[in-house]
């Protein structure tokens, strides 16, 4: 929730489309030449793109378990630490909270996610539509082509529009949800709220979100913008490191301006970037990429200082990027010493990508030697390790499995997980589509309805809203009662067999 704070791969009827390598092209970025260096180089990359999205997309699921939870309450609900998303699947604990949500589906952590990658896709299919086949002189995918007078990639008008497309689609999302699956916004942060929700929010996104950020005396630094931002990485797998962080800075500052969010989000997506472009393999480019990010964030005064407030003496702009403070996040040894179910603390940035970032690592470590089938187990086994730290756990999950995903491959997502997740056919599609828009892969990129801002049927009328809402509180108590009646049988049941047993 944001702002709170075997050796063969998996059987999946729906297993990543196989890529044909795209032609060369000399109007490509150079930055995408490493995928000519081997015939399987596409294929790998196309695999972990898969395992980024729809892994982050399975971390905010299975972490809605335990969000919100105490470690201990975690341990005791879940006693067995096994959750499966295919029938049976796992229960969720319904309190008032965990109500609210569809079964086996992801928050609105995906969802803010998904908007990044619609504005994405709407904006290049359109690219590719206004271009034309009669103005082609060379194809780089089946239906995505370049015209002579415009040598540059059609992704690189959207990259340059992403952030205003972003807080557009994110202004609709808050008072509609996702129109696209016309799910409603359930799970909406209190900063996001208090940027979006301002009537001149859309004039302009960023001084508002620097606006509501000096409300709180430049001290608030959520999550809200790091659960998001892995679909930048795969957009900026055509692009440098330096582009590939401007544009996270550009997208995460529609709400988010405090310099610890900034930071974490270039460092997340600079990570998902080195991951699929194969030049992080181990701890120590983790941690040269990591440290690339930070100081190219502590480079830049706009960045450091939002508002450029002339007012603020040096210790007072430097102090978000405190050195201890970062490192004891970042490089921390262990999960227990983020402490992730701290009530007050839980939402907080550095504790997010604190943990999605030692979850990476200990993945590099036991990587090392594993046996195929063990290895197999790897994604679901830190997965589960890290939720059942509690806290906000759908979102440490979220950023976390955005990294383990890429690094791992989708090949490797448990397979109980994948064919259990609401809306994964879909999810799949728009991650192919991705892969294609980003130049990665081949194939066509028409414009589709669903990828509009106002979702395919267009924006709810306010009845249509209001019947919304009345259903999911009809859903919500149903789900309740049958959760109560469910505990009650299996207390029952309990008793009952200890009763056997003391006769």
């Known amino acids: 929730m944001s702002d ?13 489309p196989t890529v044909t390598d795209a032609p060369n092209n000399p109007s490509i970025s150079l930055p995408l030449a490493f995928l000519d ?56 604990y319904l309190d008032n909270h965990r109500t609210r949500f569809e079964p086996c589906a992801w928050t609105d952590d995906t969802d803010q996610a998904l908007l990044i990658v619609l504005a994405y896709l709407d904006t290049c299919a359109h690219a590719a539509l206004a271009a034309g086949p009669a103005q082609q002189s ?15 990639p059609p992704n690189q008008h959207a990259v340059k529009d992403l952030s205003s497309s972003f807080a557009e689609r994110l202004r609709i999302w808050v008072e509609q949800g996702l129109l696209a ?16 929700l301002n009537p001149s929010f859309l004039s302009n996104p960023l001084s508002n979100a620097t606006a509501a950020w000096e409300k709180t005396q430049r001290h608030v630094a959520p999550n809200g913008s790091l659960m998001r931002t892995h679909p930048l990485g795969v957009i900026g797998v055509g692009l440098s490191e330096e582009a590939a962080w401007d544009l996270s800075v550009d997208v995460g500052r529609v709400t988010h301006v405090d310099p610890r969010c900034v930071v974490s989000c270039a460092i997340s997506v600079g990570l998902v970037r080195g991951l ?51 490192e004891r996040h970042i490089y921390a040894k262990s999960l227990e010493e983020l402490k992730l179910d701290n009530h007050k603390e839980m939402g907080y940035v550095y504790k997010c990508l604190g943990s999605a970032v030692f979850t990476l690592r200990l993945a590099m470590q036991k990587n090392i030697g594993l046996q195929p089938l063990d290895a197999m187990t790897l994604f679901e086994e830190l997965t589960v390790e890290l939720i059942m730290e509690g806290g906000d756990a759908d979102t440490n999950a979220a950023a976390a499995c955005a990294l383990l995903g890429a690094y791992l491959g989708y090949a490797r997502l448990p397979v109980h997980w994948t064919l259990g997740l609401a809306h994964k056919e879909w999810l799949m599609e728009k991650t192919r589509r991705l892969a294609v828009a980003a130049n ?11 990828e509009a801002a106002e979702g395919p049927e267009g924006k709810m009328n306010q009845d249509q809203l209001d019947y919304r809402w009345q259903m999911l509180i009809v859903q919500m108590v149903q789900r309740k009662k049958e959760g109560e009646e469910r505990a009650k049988a299996a207390k029952k049941e309990k008793k009952g067999i200890a009763g056997w047993f003391a006769k």
């Not at 699956?181 to 979006?196: A, D, M, T």
């Open 181 to 196: 699956l016309r799910r409603p916004p359930c799970g909406l942060g209190r900063l996001v709220g208090s940027v979006v």
């Open 138 to 152: 060379t194809q780089i995918h089946e239906s995505t082509t370049i015209s002579t007078s415009h040598p540059s």
């Open 276 to 326: 699929l472009r194969g030049e992080i393999v181990d701890e120590s480019g983790v941690d040269a990429a990591i440290e690339r990010a930070y100081a190219f964030v502590k480079s830049r005064p706009d960045l450091m200082n939002p508002g450029d407030d002339a007012d603020l003496t040096t210790f007072e702009i430097e102090r978000h990027l405190e050195r201890r403070e970062f």
């Open 4 to 16: 709170f704070v075997h050796v063969e791969p998996p059987v999946d009827s729906h297993d990543p």
């Open 440 to 450: 990665l892969a081949k194939g066509p990129l028409e414009v589709q309805k669903d």
């Open 37 to 92: 260096t081997h015939p399987f180089v596409r294929a790998a990359v196309l695999d972990k793109i898969y395992g980024c999205i729809i892994g982050s997309a399975l971390g905010d699921t299975i972490g809605l378990y335990t969000e919100f939870l105490t470690k201990a309450q975690s341990a005791e609900i879940y006693a067995s630490r096994k959750f499966r998303l295919v029938e049976p699947a796992t229960e969720l």
